[in-house]
Nanobody
């Protein structure tokens, strides 16, 4: 049974930083593309970034470029999202996702989803 468990969300002031982590189990982690989505209240789920199995990072959403970073540790089966210079508009539930195909992320039809972690940025 595949599980993706996010952690690290919370309340932070604008300009602050948070580091989200996603722990994966039940899949051959090193073979999967991993990514983060977010969903703000009243909005559609949005793809934030994808980190391919081969280390290529792609599909950054424009609003976070230069502020967020993604990394993975195949030995620990984790993928992290470092979020810096946070803004109130970054407030959302952040979801970890895994898919064998990049297209799964682009169509928001990934193989596996985490349950999400809430990030709230106060002004």
């Amino acid at each position: 049974q595949v599980q993706l468990v996010e952690s690290g969300g919370g309340l932070v002031q604008a300009g602050g930083s948070l580091r989200l982590s996603c722990a994966a189990s039940g899949l051959t982690f090193s073979s999967y593309n991993m990514g983060w989505f977010r969903q703000a209240p009243g909005k559609e789920r949005e793809l934030v970034v994808v980190l391919l199995w081969n280390g290529i990072i792609t599909d950054w959403t424009d609003s976070v470029k230069g502020r967020f970073a993604i990394s993975r540790d195949n030995a620990k089966n984790t993928v992290d999202l470092q979020m810096n210079s946070l803004k109130p508009e970054d407030t959302a539930v952040y979801y970890c996702a895994a898919d064998s195909s990049l297209n799964g992320f682009r169509t928001r039809r990934v193989n596996y989803w985490g349950k999400g972690t809430l990030v709230t940025v106060s002004s």
